[in-house]
């Protein structure tokens, strides 16, 4: 068929091969709004698969959902002086409605803590309503020049928890509790082991006090910011008013957080785990998870073989996520490339002969060894054995990764010569000590576009770190380095 | 407690009481953003359990959910001659993004069939692409100047169904397949029993060829036009130029439908069974079907009793969403008062003498017979008699509201005083025969309010339909009249 056509190889042109690898799985397409995106049923349904897992350990965590107005006044963005100047350059701006010009302008709310605050507020008023414990999955805009499907749109889905305690501790507490929900999740989910840290000063949220973030390395080594929890002291509750009445009586400023993940996360999937043959899926993320191709020459080979695919559908549908392409239009050929592309983990192909050997043939869209990737398995086994291949595989994909990302992890780097060789060469993180200056990190910018991406929470902290900074200052701590998306 | 205020009575003031309800049930609120709401928890909660119901049978019916650009250029807008009629006068306009003015100003999707026509004609090439089956979940804005919280405000929450087929027959099996699926979700999940039928000529959705609809009658005898399912015919598909290669080769423009339900439903559940002491929610769509109220007076009965709520609680979990209220901070009428106001289906009360006794007493939330509310359960039916008391209220309610929709229709009027002297009085459904033209609507509108809300379908039509029209012409089909929201 026309269509079957190779995809550029990863290896040539990265940012070519992700396009069409998001095109060929029928993700997502640009559309007729400049820069905007469509995401298509295919990527959502990997959207939905995230939102339930997320959903589910939020609500476990103590959380509710509740929705806020889509428009903030503009004079409510500019309350917090660090917020408006982060966010007010890339907002959309609405000064028309119902057919005349508003007295205020409205902006489509950029992330929603100076629309939610005012509002929550209200909801709070003793040390009794604390901890507020709110999350919220919403569309947001931020006008964003350079465009890249799911990583960088003016429009994305997300969803944004805005929290309020009675004590520092408390808000810190919940700041690094829900940066270890989004690192088990890539981790258990997407099988996309970031790395944890702090933001650097001048890399924070508009508005935070502190800014963890996970930071995921992609197959062309640049990093991909894919989470952010922010610890937001009392600045917006200074600048909205939020107070509670301690048991003691006094009233005092609570104390915030909020935190963030978006559909920039599929752009991270796919860019962890697809190959030069098009998209590649964790199981547990995986919208189909197996698809059962009946293949026959004849009439009547068909009603044999198509009633055993109908049967197998059958036993499966209860244990995984299971699709029949009994399509009479399409050839299996094109079935096996369509599949492929839409990176469904495995393939259960049946034909005259299997049924003559009683056996089904699977063929795992990933595999360690791709010597291994059929494997032919007996009738009555394959509901046991198809799950534990989706639970392999979903191992296997994260060790793959977790290699990937341990391979390309240069660690004591303490000479400026060396660290320029590996950012513009092999890439990756890059581990070094750093003298903890603005000025330090804009110079190594400038000339190597590599940025600081964060300083590393214990679990990644190197045994030994340099004594001196890249810049050859005494170090303060270590950071991590890389090209980013 | 100084907030146990009892709420104003649904016979004094309908309005006042609506507000209240939805207030004391901390369901919504009003925000600085003028109209528009913010959804609360428990509110939210409603419409996740709303959305789950939809979806699934969404899903069932072989569609597909995508996300299509919140924007929608201005002149897309304009493409369909009476869709832009219908709906520019109600947008909010981008006019001011990144900093800069526009060169075309974007309009916030009042509803997507002008960005998703032009989106998803690139999607469809042959009939073998037919019927394309897409749902979309989104926020929508319709400038509005007079708001009511969840049943009018510039924002709403919605899901809106977009299918193209290959012949009319087709998208008019699909509009009424969709308005049966909104039917049966209002009945058995809300236990608000619509009329279905269709629309005039000059009230249908901007743009359709056909508009059905479902209207449920509300406690003051006003309709509610709850849900819409729209045969747009060609008219998008020439607006936007989609067509579809048939089998024998020629190109045709697609059939097209759209429908959608919104946030407005969870306004009709509270009108349909809240009371005077606050909301009352049938037990699928509430968010808590049961709380368990532990009493005690000392602090060595408090662990008595804590333990067998807590162990209660746990036999109940996976059967019901229950809810074990052991804060210590609140006294037991506060709480009854509280849950009472959330419109939590059983209250399950265990103090000292329940444990001599071994039983737990039930309070219903609702019983056709006010007087059986409170029911004394042994302790080890509890989860067998909870959920049946759950499913009996469920019937209960539906059976209640078509009793009340039933009692509040009138049949066969063709006296037009005496058809102003219900509408003025009684209100409810009035079906009449009608003339068919526009000008005798708009001259009955004129004098009594009433509008005509859809022909009704064969469920509700009935068997005998008068001759004349309240205007005195001859009758061409029946109509159902109400005030409406």
Known sequence: MAEQRALTPRAEDFSAWYNEVVQRGELAGYTPVRGC????????????????????????????????????PQSFLHREAEHVEGFAPETAVVTHGGGKELEEPLVVRPTSEAIIWPIMADWIQSYRDLPLLINQWANVVRWEMRTRLFLRTPEFLWQEGHTAHASQEDAQRETLLMLSVYRRFMEEWMAMPPLTGVKTEWDKFAGADRTYACEALMQDNWALQAGTSHNLGQ?????????????????????????????????GLVMSHS??????LPPKLAPIQAVIVPIYKSDEGRGQVLEAAEKLAGQLRDVVRVRLDDRDTVNPGAKYYEWEGKGVPVRLEIGPKDLEKGQVMAVKRFAPDPKARKVPIPDGEVRSRLTEMLDAMQNELLATAIKRREDNSHRGIDDYEEFKEIIATAGGFVYTGYCGTEECEASVKDETKATIRLMPDEDFRSDEIPAKCICGKKAEYEVVWARAY
Request: zero cysteines; hydrophobic letters at 40%.
């Open 37 to 72: 995106m469509v995401i298509r049923p295919h990527g959502y349904a990997i959207w939905e698969l995230m939102q339930k897992a997320l959903d589910a350990r939020f609500k476990e965590t103590g959380h509710q959902n509740a929705y806020f107005p889509l428009f903030i």
């Open 235 to 267: 600045n917006f509750a200074r600048a909205f008013d939020v107070k509670y009445q301690t048991e003691d009586g006094s009233h005092e400023y609570v104390w915030s957080t909020s935190w963030g993940v978006s559909t920039r996360l599929i752009g």
């Open 275 to 280: 190959d030069d043959l098009g998209l590649v």
